[in-house]
C-alpha cells in the first residue's frame, strides 16, 4: 500500500509538471514571463486551505492549515503551513475490527500497517516556482498562473486505534467491543474500548501545485496534490488472550516502513 501510494503521488507530480511545460510552451501568451500580471517577490503571504484524501484505505484524513509566507524571489519563497486533520478509520478498518474478535484462528496475529492517524501538524518548507504563464480563458480574459514544487518538514501529532486489541468485549461473537445500548446497533455507542496510542512524529511533507493570480495579482487561487509522509509503527506477533487481560503483547516492528497521507488541496492566498 505504501509503495503505491507514493509510486502514485511521483507519477501525477511528474505529470503536472510536464503538462505545465507543455503548456508553457504551447498555449501559453510567449510574452507572459516578460508582462508579469504580478510579481510576488519580496512580498509576504498569508493562505488558507483545505485537503481532501485522494484515496481512503484504512484511515481518511480532511485537513485545515494556514501559512505564513515570504517570496524572497518571484521565483523562490520559504512558508510555514500548520494545521489540524480530521480524520477517521474507513469502513473497511471498522468491518476487520468487528469480524476478528470471533475468529479462533487469530488469537495470534500482526498488527495492521497505515493505521496512524495525523491531528495537529506544522511544517517549514521552501517553495520553487519556476514556470508563470497567461493562459487565455476567453476572448479579453486570461488567467495568470504559477507552477510549483513545494518541499518540507516538521512535527506532527499522531494517534492509532487499533482494530484487532480490545481491552473490553462485550460480545465477542457480534464482534462488539464499544458500550452501544443497542448490540445490533453501533450508532447507539458513545465509547469503544479498542486499544489507542498516541505519539509526536517528525514529518515530511512534498507538493505539486498551480497558483492562479486573480483581482490585479494580490489575490490567489491555490490547488495542489500534497504528501504527508511519516515513519509507521506497529507490532507482531500479538497474543490476543494477553491484551483482553490487560498484559502487554507483541514486538514492535523494527522496519515498519513509511506512511504516505496523499491529498488533494485547494486554497487561497492573499499578498501583502
Known amino acids: 500500500m505504501k509503495e503505491r501510494s507514493l509510486f502514485r503521488f511521483v507519477s501525477l507530480a511528474f505529470l503536472l509538471t510536464g503538462l505545465s511545460a507543455s503548456a508553457q ?41 494556514v501559512g505564513v509566507a515570504y517570496n524572497l524571489f518571484n521565483t523562490l519563497g520559504v512558508e510555514a503551513r500548520a494545521g489540524y ?43 520553487w516556482a519556476p514556470i508563470y504563464g497567461k493562459l487565455s480563458l476567453l476572448a479579453d480574459e486570461s488567467a495568470h498562473f504559477q507552477a510549483y514544487l513545494w518541499g518540507g518538514g516538521g512535527m506532527a501529532s499522531l494517534r492509532r486505534q487499533s482494530v484487532i486489541q480490545c481491552t473490553r468485549v462485550v460480545d465477542r461473537n457480534l464482534g462488539v467491543c464499544d458500550n452501544r445500548t443497542n448490540l445490533d446497533d453501533s450508532t447507539t455507542a458513545t465509547e469503544n474500548y479498542w486499544r489507542t496510542e498516541s505519539r509526536m512524529a517528525p514529518v ?26 511519516f515513519m509507521d509503527q506497529y507490532r507482531t506477533n500479538v497474543l490476543r488472550e494477553d491484551w483482553e487481560a490487560g498484559r502487554e503483547s507483541g514486538e514492535p516492528v523494527k522496519n515498519p516502513g513509511l506512511t504516505h497521507l496523499v491529498q488533494f488541496d485547494i486554497g487561497y492566498s492573499f499578498l501583502f
Not at 478498518?93 to 492517524?117: C, Q
Not at 492562479?212 to 491555490?222: D, P
Request: avoid cysteine.
Open 25 to 65: 510552451e504551447q498555449v501559453l501568451d510567449p510574452a507572459a514571463v516578460r508582462h508579469r500580471l504580478f510579481s510576488p517577490g519580496e512580498r509576504l503571504e498569508a493562505s488558507v486551505a483545505v485537503g481532501l484524501p485522494l484515496r481512503e484505505y484504512l484511515t481518511a484524513h480532511y485537513t485545515l492549515n
Open 85 to 127: 486533520a480530521l480524520s477517521r478509520q474507513t469502513g473497511l478498518a471498522r468491518s476487520i475490527s468487528e469480524s476478528f474478535l470471533n475468529r479462533e484462528d487469530k488469537k495470534i496475529t500482526d498488527e495492521l500497517e497505515d493505521m496512524w492517524e495525523m491531528n495537529l501538524h506544522g511544517v517549514l518548507g521552501a517553495r
Open 204 to 229: 515530511v511533507s512534498g507538493a505539486v501545485g498551480f497558483r492562479f493570480f486573480l483581482g490585479g495579482g494580490q489575490h490567489a487561487l491555490r490547488v495542489e496534490l500534497r504528501d504527508w509522509v
